[in-house]
């Protein structure tokens, strides 16, 4: 429970409140573009606190409900094309294990801090998984840690899919290429990322001071081809705004924008872009 007294971002785990927020206002919708029952249970207090003082133009959360819808969608089609195993680094209070339509015979592996699986576990229990489902808390910015971690998740898997949402922005670029050659070496088929200019970026950070205990600090100037250069190939790549255009949640301002054409993904040094990101070995 969060006293009004702390602050309203404390660290980066508070954000996942925050996100929870709009996946609950996502599915009390009667056009929900994807249920989230669990959500509203883990937004509370501070989760609605923080959305209020979000930027005008994203206090309705489009950018956030289309990246979930996308990361959705390429979850279900990786899954269709044989996706034995799920790993979700960073996982917050996501609960795709509980409400897509997943094989029950998948294997769904969430890995987060301790504290974030402690209350998953408390908040979820008695609840039905649409698959099989494991946690496992641990630091994953500890090299140490990580390495033994995806060492023992990917075991036995044929097609081990990675995601990461919303995990890259509060890492540093050396970090991200860490975490970038830890899954290549581990040999995991895909991986499912946002990615952000740092135009965006830049604006976050200037109109939420409360992101100053959680900055947002990945977004590189070349995009897609930061991973490039590691060996990933890219499968996918969906552009958030123009999602959230087609779902029909853009503020009206912003509705044109969505006509124009998309940058090249490798150069996005001086555009306002985000998008979902598949990348394969």
């Known amino acids: 429970m969060w006293n009004v007294s702390e602050p309203l971002i404390s660290n980066v785990s508070d954000t996942a409140r925050w996100m929870a927020t709009y996946r609950a206002a996502e599915s009390a919708r009667s056009d929900a573009l994807f249920r989230d029952p669990h959500a509203e249970r883990f937004a509370d207090g501070r989760g609605r606190a923080i959305a ?5 133009l994203a206090r309705n959360g489009w950018s956030w409900i289309a990246r979930t819808k996308l990361i959705d969608d390429l979850v279900i089609e990786s899954v269709k094309n044989g996706c034995d195993r799920v790993l979700s680094l960073a996982a917050g209070f ?36 649409r698959c099989r489902l494991s946690r496992v808390a641990v630091d994953l910015a500890d090299a140490p840690s990580r390495h033994a971690f995806l060492a023992d998740a990917t075991r036995g898997a044929r097609d081990t899919l990675v995601i990461t949402e919303g995990l890259l922005l509060y890492l540093d670029a050396q970090q991200v290429s860490a975490l970038s050659y ?6 995991i088929g895909g991986w499912i990322t946002d ?12 109109q939420m001071p ?3 205990n959680a900055p947002m600090k990945f977004a590189p100037a070349d995009g897609v081809a930061f991973f490039e250069r590691q060996g990933w190939t890219v499968s996918h790549i969906r552009s958030i705004l123009k999602e959230a255009g ?10 044109p ?3 124009l054409p998309d940058p090249n993904p490798r150069r996005l040094a001086h555009v306002p872009w985000s998008g979902v990101v598949r990348f394969e070995r």
């Open 195 to 206: 990615l952000v200019a740092p135009v965006v970026i830049r604006q976050m950070m200037r």
């Open 182 to 187: 830890d899954l290549h070496r581990n040999e």
């Open 246 to 255: 087609r779902q029909k949640r853009l503020p009206t301002v912003l509705r």
């Open 52 to 56: 209020a003082v979000t930027p005008r």
């Open 257 to 259: 924008i969505a006509f």
């Open 94 to 129: 996501d609960t795709r294990p509980y409400r897509l339509d997943l094989p029950a015979e998948m294997e769904w592996i969430e890995a987060d801090l301790p504290e974030i699986i402690n209350e998953k576990q408390l908040v979820l229990a008695g609840e039905t998984t």
């Open 210 to 212: 409360i992101l100053d």
